[in-house]
Each structure stands twice: as structure tokens, then as C-alpha cells.
């Protein structure tokens, strides 16, 4: 199946969830039009661009969604309709925002300086959490297949408060993070602040000019711009 295909195909799924989604809304929820029922919508605007709309072209992504705006009672609703489609359109064309001039900001450059050029997958971790030791073990076998790309890494941090030197360093060893920081108490606090992370894991997709294209990631979503960049290897080797 042609990749235009797969990606219609995507967009057909999304609205007819969308059908259902809001025959449940009113039949069985008893919802009109009204501020509960654009929250509802509005949330489906935030999950929809995920894994279904992530490849659609921007004219199709723009007309679904002015689709669901115009369908908005609240005019509040309607202007965060508009702010969250400029950020699923900045994501879908790869443009990122620059890091901030602060501390921080230096900070988490000086970070990805050595893997300039590269899309980044950043893992904010502790060994004493449990989903994030349990997340880098089912991710053991994507980083082995990748290792040696050109085109990205996988860039892992915590700190001491939340990584004991001793069980960090087995651990790292055990699951070969080529690319682990550990850095101080003091600076994982800083990237916490600039990353707005108020649990972990958090992930994060910095692209190849050392923006930061999604700061509120999820794995799945690095193995779609895995993907992505995968495709436009091949388009360009087939040329």
C-alpha cells in the first residue's frame, strides 16, 4: 500500500472514532452543545495528533481540524483550538523552539553538543523508578537495531539524588546506555525547571538544529520519527 494510502487511511480512522466518540457524547451522555462538550473536543484535538495524524499532510491535518474548531461553542475553546494546531503543524514540518539563553538553557546544550547534526531521543530517568528502568529494558532491542545510525541517539539523564552511583553504573553497563549523563543534584533540578518535568520518565525530541520539537514526548513517538527519517533516507537514495 502507497504511503499517500496509509495515510488517509490514518485520517479515516481518526474521523470515524470521531463519529462514535460523539454519538456516545449524546446519546448515552445526554451532551449538547456547550463548554463540557468542547473540553471533550478539545481533548481529541490534543490525542488525535499522535500516531494516526503524525504523517498526514499539512492542507488535510489544517482542514480537520478547522473541522472540529468550528464545532467549538466557547469562543475561548476556539482560540486554543488555533494554538494547538499551530503546534501540531510546527511538529509535522520538524521545527522546533530554540532553548532559552538561561543556565538551563546552556546547560542542556553543552549536553547534546556531541551529537550535533542528530535527532536526539532524550530520556529523563531515575534507577528508582520503576517505569523508567522498566521503559529502557523494552527499548533494549530499538536501540541495539540503531546503534550505529547517523541520523539520531538516544541520550539518557538523571542524577545523583535519584540514581545511586553504584546501582546506576551496573545498570548502565548491564543495558549498554552509550549515552548516559549523570549529572549533579543541583543541575537535574535546573533541567527539570526548564523542561517542566514534574515526574518521571519524560521524554523529549530535540531535532537535528538543537531544538527542542517536543518536550512532553512518549516512546512510541521516537519510533515514528524513527520512521519518518528511515522514509526520507530511502526517497533520497532513490533518487
Given at each position: 500500500?502507497?504511503?499517500?494510502?496509509?495515510?488517509?487511511?490514518g485520517?479515516?480512522?481518526v474521523?470515524k472514532?470521531?463519529?462514535?466518540?460523539?454519538?456516545?457524547?449524546?446519546?448515552?451522555?445526554?451532551?449538547?452543545?456547550?463548554?463540557?462538550?468542547?473540553l471533550?473536543?478539545?481533548?481529541?484535538?490534543?490525542?488525535?495528533?499522535?500516531?494516526?495524524?503524525?504523517?498526514v499532510?499539512?492542507?488535510?491535518?489544517?482542514?480537520?481540524?478547522?473541522?472540529?474548531?468550528v464545532?467549538?461553542?466557547?469562543?475561548?475553546?476556539?482560540?486554543?483550538?488555533?494554538?494547538?494546531?499551530?503546534?501540531?503543524?510546527?511538529?509535522?514540518?520538524?521545527?522546533?523552539?530554540?532553548?532559552?539563553?538561561?543556565?538551563?538553557?546552556?546547560?542542556f546544550?553543552?549536553?547534546?553538543?556531541?551529537?550535533?547534526?542528530?535527532?536526539?531521543?532524550?530520556?529523563?530517568?531515575?534507577?528508582?523508578?520503576?517505569?523508567?528502568?522498566?521503559?529502557?529494558?523494552?527499548?533494549?532491542?530499538?536501540?541495539?537495531?540503531?546503534?550505529?545510525?547517523?541520523?539520531?541517539?538516544?541520550?539518557?539523564?538523571?542524577?545523583?539524588?535519584?540514581?545511586?552511583?553504584?546501582i546506576?553504573?551496573?545498570?548502565?553497563?548491564?543495558?549498554?546506555?552509550?549515552?548516559?549523563?549523570?549529572?549533579?543534584?543541583?543541575?537535574y533540578?535546573?533541567?527539570?525547571?526548564?523542561?517542566?518535568?514534574?515526574?518521571?520518565?519524560?521524554?523529549?525530541?530535540?531535532?537535528?538544529?538543537?531544538?527542542?520539537?517536543?518536550?512532553?514526548?512518549?516512546?512510541?513517538?521516537?519510533?515514528l520519527?524513527i520512521?519518518?527519517?528511515?522514509?526520507?533516507?530511502?526517497?533520497?537514495?532513490?533518487?
Amino acid at each position: 500500500m502507497p504511503d499517500s494510502e496509509l495515510w488517509i487511511t490514518g485520517l479515516e480512522k481518526v474521523m470515524k472514532l470521531d463519529k462514535m466518540r460523539d454519538s456516545i457524547a449524546q446519546n448515552e451522555l445526554y451532551l449538547t452543545n456547550g463548554k463540557i462538550y468542547d473540553l471533550i473536543r478539545l481533548h481529541r484535538l490534543i490525542a488525535a495528533f499522535d500516531p494516526d495524524l503524525r504523517s498526514v499532510s499539512n492542507d488535510s491535518l489544517i482542514s480537520y481540524f478547522e473541522t472540529i474548531k468550528v464545532s467549538l461553542y466557547d469562543s475561548s475553546y476556539r482560540q486554543q483550538a488555533d494554538i494547538i494546531m499551530k503546534d501540531a503543524l510546527r511538529k509535522n514540518e520538524g521545527k522546533g523552539i530554540p532553548l532559552p539563553g538561561s543556565y538551563a538553557g546552556a546547560l542542556f546544550k553543552k549536553l547534546i553538543a556531541p551529537y550535533a547534526g542528530k535527532m536526539i531521543f532524550v530520556d529523563f530517568w531515575a534507577t528508582t523508578c520503576g517505569s523508567c528502568v522498566w521503559d529502557i529494558q523494552q527499548m533494549r532491542a530499538t536501540r541495539d537495531k540503531y546503534k550505529d545510525s547517523k541520523d539520531f541517539v538516544f541520550l539518557f539523564v538523571t542524577s545523583e539524588d535519584e540514581s545511586p552511583k553504584r546501582i546506576y553504573e551496573v545498570f548502565v553497563r548491564k543495558q549498554e546506555l552509550v549515552n548516559s549523563v549523570y549529572v549533579s543534584s543541583d543541575d537535574y533540578r535546573y533541567l527539570r525547571e526548564l523542561f517542566g518535568i514534574y515526574g518521571i520518565p519524560r521524554y523529549a525530541i530535540i531535532n537535528q538544529e538543537g531544538e527542542v520539537l517536543n518536550s512532553r514526548s512518549e516512546p512510541h513517538e521516537f519510533m515514528l520519527e524513527i520512521n519518518k527519517l528511515n522514509y526520507l533516507n530511502r526517497s533520497s537514495t532513490s533518487l
